[in-house]
């Protein structure tokens, strides 16, 4: 699976939109892109995926480039309740396929 | 609804001691995972497995065995705890179409 490179870290103001950049210039023609975050110490929980256009529900959108190389999650009003670490993953989802987490980014909104 | 569901959810062991992490899942889904979470530090995968009766390995398996006897439960082994395996332990279940991960809420082991 190709592999992701994301900022350590981001801040946002609440109620301001938060952009979360994911680079993936080795990803292939069948992997899709996903987004999940970890706040504090609870187990990841799932926010989006896509393959080759934007997606959009009712937590985030996933905006990727035609090339698809990289890729932005956009939180469209961030609250206090946003701030955690996002990952973003490349997969092909398939058999023998494992599901490899990067570092992150830690997303801070404050007031 | 339970979803994904882990016992124990806390765990202290001296070194040496043996135990085994359960992993049920609810969905029917054909794939399960193993991460383990030190502090400050991203998820790494330690072993999983893509159907019933085969598992693989994952980043960091060394000291951990597993089992996948039934598609709805995975369990994780350590044969002898040793004080590095101090870990949040995070059990994970996807389906074969592409879908979202569902993750436990994690066990939290210290050896000591």
């Known amino acids: 699976d190709a592999k992701t490179t994301q900022p350590t870290s981001m801040d946002c103001a609440e109620g301001r939109a938060a952009n979360l950049p994911c680079n993936h210039s080795?990803?292939?023609?069948?992997?899709?892109v996903y987004w999940y975050r970890q706040i504090h110490s609870q187990g990841p929980q799932y926010i989006i995926h896509g393959l080759k256009n934007n997606e959009t529900n009712e937590m985030a959108s996933l905006i990727i480039t035609e090339d698809r190389k990289s890729s932005t999650l956009i939180l469209p009003h961030a609250t206090l309740r946003d701030t955690a670490v996002y990952y973003c993953i490349v997969s092909r989802n398939q058999a023998g396929t494992a599901l490899i987490f990067g570092k992150g980014t830690t997303l801070s909104v404050s007031s | 609804n339970a979803g994904v569901t882990q016992t124990p959810k806390f765990r202290v062991l001296k070194t040496g001691q043996s135990m085994t992490l359960l992993c049920a899942q609810d969905?029917?889904?054909?794939?399960m995972y193993w991460y383990r979470q030190d502090p400050g530090m991203g998820l790494r995968l330690i072993h999983y497995?893509?159907?019933?009766?085969?598992?693989a390995k994952g980043e960091v398996p060394d000291g951990y065995n597993v089992s996948r006897l039934k598609k709805q439960n995975f369990l994780l082994g350590l044969e002898s705890a040793a004080p590095s395996q101090t870990s949040v332990y995070f059990c994970?279940?996807?389906?074969?179409?592409?879908?979202?991960?569902?993750f436990g809420q994690g066990t939290r082991l210290t050896v000591v």
């Open positions: 969905m029917n889904h054909e794939y």
């Open positions: 994970a279940s996807l389906t074969a179409r592409a879908g979202a991960a569902f």
């Open positions: 497995s893509v159907g019933e009766g085969t598992t």
């Open positions: 080795t990803i292939s023609g069948n992997e899709y």
